[in-house]
């Protein structure tokens, strides 16, 4: 079978990483919040470096219980600081605490993890080959609004391929067999957005079209107007 073009088929885990995770939409909690921590560690590093370590590290921290992360003091750093089985940088493993910290934060904000970080594509997928980019607008923004509320080692490339982990974006190459797999996965719903253009409010049908949001109609807006996704909550819809 095909694969994408950066999997090292002798690596077991890799390729099973791969097959059965990267790029299907993923709404649990306790996986989102164990791949954000290990993006941020991958900052700098290779994604297989980091997947080579992955069961070390879900050892050294309680097996991604976000409640038991943050609340981490001193003596876990050096306890983590010692452990060779992980990335013994201070300042990853400090930013993973308050990132865990600020997690916790924006579950009590949306009622989990999944609302807060889905709500920027409205619950679609987004088909963009890894070949493409390794950041986009969607990116930056999430990007900036994670570093607003305090988190580090969450730079828009970081961000990017957390959300191609997760499912956000299917960056599956198209020669990929796995691109249509994670297709048929994708949960692409109408959306119902309020308008805030027109003199009342009005509820617009939002369907996805190859990573826009397009208007397909509404109360008052039967437009068929396209809204970029970076801008799908600041601007209106011209009924």
Not at 40 to 50: K, N, T, V
Not at 83 to 96: Q, V, W
Request: neutral net charge.
């Amino acid at each position: 079978m095909k694969r994408c073009f950066w999997v090292n088929m002798r690596n077991p885990a890799y390729v099973r990483y791969h097959d059965e995770e990267w790029g299907r939409p993923c709404h649990d909690d306790r996986m989102l919040y164990e791949l954000l921590i290990l993006e941020c560690f991958q900052s700098g590093l290779s994604w297989e470096c980091i997947l080579n370590k992955r069961e070390n590290f879900r050892r050294a921290y309680d097996g991604f219980a976000v409640e038991k992360v943050a609340s981490y003091g001193e003596e876990k750093i050096q306890a983590l600081l010692a452990d060779s089985g992980l990335i013994r940088n201070r300042r990853k493993i400090e930013a993973s605490i308050k990132n865990s910290r600020i997690f916790r934060e924006i579950q009590r904000e949306h009622g989990s993890f999944n609302d807060y970080i889905w709500q920027f594509t409205a619950g679609a997928s987004l088909l963009e080959s890894c070949t493409e980019k390794t950041t986009s607008d969607l990116s930056d923004r999430i990007s900036r609004d994670l570093k607003q509320r305090g988190m580090t080692f969450v730079g828009s490339t970081t961000v990017y391929s957390y959300l191609q982990a997760i499912g956000v974006i299917n960056g599956h190459t198209p020669e990929c067999e796995w691109r249509t797999l994670c297709e048929s996965q994708t949960r692409r719903p109408d959306t119902v957005v309020t308008c805030q253009g027109c003199e009342s409010e009005c509820q617009v049908s939002v369907g996805w079209r190859n990573g826009v949001a397009v208007v397909l109609g509404g109360n008052n807006c039967p437009t068929g107007e396209s809204f970029a996704l970076s801008s799908l909550r600041e601007r209106s819809c011209q009924g």
